[in-house]
């Protein structure tokens, strides 16, 4: 069964802290790995990863991939408040018929405190 | 705004109500899905639509039934739910069907009394 663990499930850091999460997967068909952040509602797309080793980056956050050993991290520096969220970890399978889909990881919660 | 539209934001109903929970998205996306989010749980897949076609259903109780008169609306509509049925329920659309990029809507938060 494929599936998608996030660790840690909470996080409570003090703004200025640098934090890593986790994200590994069992995914049969292997096409991408997601990441998203939500805050109240909406999911809003961070990064799509692809490739192993190749850091993507956007400001503060930054992730990348190992599909060797099936994991992926998102990295956040000097966090501030705004930073706290729920942090998503999808993996997107090549399902047959071009029928893949997303399967969701648990979200981690991050709390930035100031 | 996402550029996808869902509402109402909020529903609160009893176990015997129908209603319909709406999405629209505006960004000339081909496939359009529904997922199911609880506390403390990963979300869900329910329903995925391309073009107007249900390709697949994610062994989703027949009292949640969607319809999809074209591609750039979707709605779930509802009927005899459980309490257990409460959760946020976001509707999300791609470019192509199955290809990452998702666009989330805000959600519909409902409450099954």
Redesign the interface.
């Known amino acids: 069964e494929d599936k998608?663990v996030q660790s840690p499930l909470s996080l409570v850091v003090h703004e200025g802290d640098t934090v890593t999460l986790n994200c590994s997967y069992e995914v049969t068909n292997f096409?991408?790995l997601?990441w998203?952040k939500q805050e109240?509602?909406?999911?809003?797309?961070l990064f799509?990863l692809t490739s192993s080793g190749i850091e993507k980056k956007s400001g503060r956050l930054s992730s990348i991939l190992d599909k060797k050993e099936l994991f992926s991290i998102l990295n956040i520096t000097a966090t501030q408040t705004g930073d706290s969220a729920v942090y998503?970890c999808?993996v997107?399978n090549?399902?047959s018929?071009?029928?893949?889909?997303?399967?969701?990881?648990?979200?981690t919660t991050l709390q930035v405190k100031p | 705004e996402t550029g996808v539209t869902q509402t109402p934001r909020h529903l609160v109903m009893g176990m015997t109500n129908k209603k319909s929970l709406k999405c629209e998205q505006h960004l000339g996306h081909n496939a359009m899905y529904w997922y199911k989010q609880s506390a403390k749980k990963p979300l869900e897949l329910m329903f995925v639509y391309s073009l107007e076609e249900r390709v697949e259903n994610n062994s989703v109780p027949s009292r949640f039934s969607p319809e999809c008169p074209n591609s750039s609306h979707l709605f779930l509509h509802l009927h005899t739910l459980q309490p257990e049925d409460s959760a946020l329920y976001l509707c999300a659309s791609s470019q192509v069907l199955g290809r990452g990029g998702y666009t989330f809507g805000s959600g519909t938060r409902l409450t099954v009394v």
Request: proline share 4%; net charge positive; hydrophobic share 35%.
């Open positions: 998608v096409r991408s997601l998203y109240k509602k909406a999911p809003t797309f799509m998503l999808a997107e090549d399902g018929g071009n029928t893949g889909k997303l399967i969701f990881g648990q979200g």
